[in-house]
């Protein structure tokens, strides 16, 4: 999806595709490449043949990009050394314009979540922010005079396509002014931003926007900006976020120009200032580069353009999170980062975050049973772990059906939703009876799963089974054929960072904690692995250690466990999953020199 939107809003494919992979996947694969660039050529070859239409040209495709320079490289003139200076000084102003973005509009976020939450506040919230966007926009050209329109309308004469920058320039541009002569400011607010966007990149604009407007219209598209992001009415980042980088570019251009004589093309800047504006906000190195260069068509730009957008990235990260991370996080979204957060203190175990509510199903399980599992709303995994056990075989299912528990029987491995539903669809139940004779050639085989699944449902009523409410009691399903045998599992006492590694490098959705009995003691799902549960769980283990009366001997039992697990996976040479032999040392050092409360009380920040 990603992908599909970067190339619509900024005709960049392969740079959607990069930034599919860079910022929005928790894990990637192979197939995964293939299908993002299926879906970039296929939103490509239809937004092209749209936009051939639009032009009155349907069936050709149109060969412009978001941004073209509509020149090449060489006349907007060649950069040296002398230049990367400036390009620093770029970097810089727009890491730090765009940490001072992430920063206002996470706070604004937060109070809208705590106070905005129903759907009427949002709706009329929506009316004084559009209120005081209307208004900046239409005072702020009258602070401004009108120019001569004469260097804007000799460029409109060698290309009069209404369409071009200098075309729209002057459409957007008259507000109140006579015939002949333009408002600069009106054209940077009034105009479309993809417009604009093309006016601030063209190699004419030097003389088309004074300095005082630019950056006059700069703070209030800035301040627009961070008013209506977070706003109900859904709306992008990406081009408002281009549209002040070429803003801040453009000025700074200029000021260069008058101080030391550029030797770049004033356009040059504005593109460097978009992509050290993007930089600071979203942190992107590779996509943000890729994108960049795609809207362009220009190659000969992409050193200045690597340089600008990692000193903004390195500029931002001293300060605060990318923008997409911290709406992640707010959102409560379950997305999982690189590395687990520093502050999460290593003593903790999969024990202190898993979820011990399991909903389990018996090998041999009733109807009843597994379609109130399945149409429970608040139960929507996708899959379960399944039981076997003396009280779960089909002869005593019929006496013991209403004592089933999550402890009645040892782990046997999960089964898939749509596994289950496959099944269900294609009559595989019956009476004990006709399941302890059921032909072993009538189970389905994987390939026959697989071909089936494209069709399975989420739910399933007893009417769609063909059955009456009194017969789910006597008829049952047999899940064994079709359970996974050998899913990864972990001790309650397995650290954290090993349980995090292993559910986060193996792509995992659930991942079972076995007691020494091979009983289910709880499980863990990218639910439990995000910041704010982490967060809980930390408070929670600090709780119980208030309340303990030896607090020694918990710590001790933790550190045994610790230790345990770093010589077994030290001695396999596994030392990146290791808990760290340094932090036993160090604690153990620190509990004979500090008081208890201090060992225990590791900073939990924000961050």
């Not at 990009?65 to 200076?85: A, E, P």
């Not at 705590?114 to 009258?142: D, N, W």
């Not at 992640?328 to 687990?340: M, S």
Request: aromatic residues 10%; positive net charge.
């Amino acid at each position: 999806m990603y992908v599909c939107v970067i190339w619509k809003i900024a005709k960049a494919p392969i740079g959607g595709m990069l930034f599919a992979l860079e910022e929005v996947s928790s894990f990637w694969q192979p197939g995964l490449t293939w299908r993002a660039f299926f879906a970039a050529t296929v939103s490509n070859l239809v937004l092209q043949l749209l936009l051939g239409c639009a032009r009155g040209t349907c069936g050709s495709f149109s060969k412009n990009s978001l941004i073209d320079f509509q020149t090449s490289g060489s006349s907007l003139g060649t950069f040296g050394y002398k230049d990367l200076g400036f390009f620093l000084l770029i970097g810089v102003v727009g890491g730090i314009v765009g940490t001072l973005f992430n920063t206002i509009n996470v706070r604004i976020l937060r109070f809208r979540k705590s106070f905005i939450k129903s759907k009427l506040p949002k709706f009329l919230e929506i009316i004084p922010v559009s209120l005081l966007t209307s208004f900046l926009i239409l005072a702020v050209p009258l602070l401004f005079g009108c120019r001569d329109d004469s260097v804007v309308q000799q460029k409109c004469d060698e290309d009069p396509s209404n369409s071009s920058p200098c075309g729209n320039l002057l459409k957007f541009g008259r507000f109140t002014c006579k015939e002949g002569y333009y408002n600069p400011a009106a054209s940077l607010l009034f105009g479309k931003s993809e417009t604009i966007i093309s006016a601030l990149y063209h190699q004419s604009s030097r003389h088309w926007f004074p300095l005082s407007q630019v950056f006059t219209c700069l703070a209030v598209y800035y301040v627009l900006i961070l008013l209506a992001c977070g706003t109900a009415p859904p709306a992008g980042l990406f081009i408002p976020l281009i549209f002040t980088g070429a803003a801040l570019g453009h000025g700074m251009g200029q000021m260069y120009d008058q101080m030391f004589g550029a030797s770049l093309d004033i356009s040059v800047y504005a593109l460097l200032g978009s992509a050290a504006t993007l930089g600071g906000v979203t942190r992107m190195t590779i996509s943000l580069t890729a994108i960049m260069v795609e809207i362009t068509n220009d190659i000969y730009y992409l050193m200045p353009v690597m340089i600008v957008v990692m000193i903004s990235k390195w500029i931002g990260d001293r300060f605060n999170k990318a923008l997409y991370d911290s709406h992640v996080e707010l959102k409560e979204i379950p997305y999982l980062e690189p590395k687990l957060p520093s502050w999460v203190p290593t003593y903790i175990s999969a024990h202190d975050i898993m979820n011990p509510n399991v909903v389990c199903l018996p090998a041999v399980c009733s109807l009843r049973v597994l379609l109130t599992v399945i149409n429970d709303n608040t139960k929507q995994h996708g899959a379960f772990p399944v039981l076997q056990g003396p009280d779960v075989l089909p002869k005593e299912l019929t006496k013991n059906r209403n004592k089933y528990t999550q402890r009645s029987g040892t782990f046997a491995g999960m089964v898939l939703r749509w596994h289950i539903m496959i099944l269900l669809q294609n009559r595989h139940y019956g009476t004990p009876e006709k399941l302890l004779k059921f032909a072993r050639k009538n189970i389905l085989t994987q390939a026959q799963m697989s071909d089936r699944s494209r069709k399975y449902k989420m739910h399933v009523s007893v009417e769609e089974l063909g059955l009456k409410e009194h017969e789910l009691d006597m008829i049952f399903i047999d899940l064994s054929p079709y359970t996974f045998l050998s899913p990864i599992t972990v001790s309650p006492h397995t650290p954290i960072n090993i349980v995090y590694n292993i559910f986060r490098g193996l792509a995992m959705r659930h991942l079972i904690c076995l007691d020494e009995n091979d009983k289910i003691a709880g499980v863990i799902t990218c639910h439990e692995l995000i910041r704010s549960n982490m967060r809980e769980a930390v408070k929670r283990v600090h709780t119980q250690f208030d309340k303990a009366d030896d607090v020694n001997e918990i710590f001790e039992q933790r550190l045994k466990f610790l230790k345990l697990y770093d010589t077994e996976l030290t001695s396999t040479g596994n030392k990146w999953l290791s808990p760290l032999s340094y932090f036993l040392s160090q604690s153990i050092s620190r509990r004979k020199q500090s008081n208890e409360d201090e060992i225990f009380r590791p900073l939990i920040s924000d961050d």
